[in-house]
């Protein structure tokens, strides 16, 4: 007898967008359950954000805040060659910056006020970042 275990993924649209609604960026999260807190998504795209920009250590960062040492282009985020980004200060960052609403976040055009919220993911979701001032973090 074999007991198989698997995990359930979740796939969550992710976009962001300016104040004016002008779509910027499109990307696909991928969450363990379909049940997450807002500070679980935002945790989980910063996350996934830094480890690839990390494991590529490319020139240019793309996510949702800015390195410290970076310069704002239009390619994204220009960075010095062969510089590591700090995974947990820019989830501090990113998290610190929704409470102090330098953006705001839609799940399915609701807003969500609280990095607590329970959040629901269907199949169809779709998850707006809408920045209001530029994210610099580390």
Known sequence: FTNHFFTMV????IKDETATGKLVHESTLFLSSDRV???????????AEVGRYNSKATEYFSGLVQPTEAEHTL??????????????????????????NAYFILIDDQQVDSLMQEVVIR????????????????
């Open 10 to 13: 979740t796939s969550l649209l």
């Open 37 to 47: 807190t807002v500070r679980d998504i935002i945790e989980a795209r910063v996350l």
């Open 75 to 100: 390619n994204g985020y220009r960075l010095p060659k062969n510089h590591f980004i700090d995974p947990e200060k820019q989830v501090y960052i990113a998290l610190d910056a929704f409470q102090k």
């Open 123 to 138: 199949p169809d979701s779709s998850m707006s970042f809408v920045q209001l001032t530029p994210l610099v973090g580390g």
